[in-house]
């Protein structure tokens, strides 16, 4: 290690100049790594989100007709995302409407939803 004794002023100076420097960096890029994380986090989930809306009121349409291949064919449109192993759709009933699955994904699809006990809210465009 440096013995800071024997060392000169504008040396001393030089290494706090350093050292502050370094720890700013590292603070930065710490910051930076924990924004772009949760920005991530929050772009996925509204993305996610924006895709349920788009496949529901287009499969709403298959639903008010009661035509489950043309619910089908809408959520085989999910096909190309290769991230999304499984999506269905439920009629009002809480019953399995229609249904897709990637290849090779697990069969953990219930047949039937439970509906609600109380009352049902809606925010944002989704139902709780």
């Known amino acids: 290690m440096l013995s800071l004794q024997n060392t000169t ?3 001393k100076l030089k290494l706090i100049i350093l050292l502050a420097c370094a720890v700013t960096i590292f603070i930065g890029e710490g910051a930076s790594m924990l924004v ?3 920005s991530y986090q929050k772009n996925l989930s509204d993305d996610l989100a924006g895709l349920a809306n788009v496949i529901g009121q287009n499969a709403g349409v298959a639903l008010l007709f009661d035509i ?3 619910a089908a064919i ?3 449109s999910l096909a190309h995302m290769k991230s999304i192993r499984a999506a269905c759709v439920y009629d009002k009933k809480g ?3 229609a249904v897709y699955r ?3 994904a697990p069969d953990a699809i219930a047949d039937t939803l439970p509906l609600p006990e109380g009352p049902v809210y809606e925010k944002r465009g989704g139902v709780i």
Do not use: I, T, W
């Open 74 to 76: 809408v959520l085989n």
């Open 9 to 11: 002023v504008a040396r």
């Open 68 to 70: 489950p291949d043309d």
């Open 95 to 97: 019953g399995l409407f």
């Open 102 to 104: 990637l290849p090779g």
């Open 36 to 38: 772009s994380f949760f």
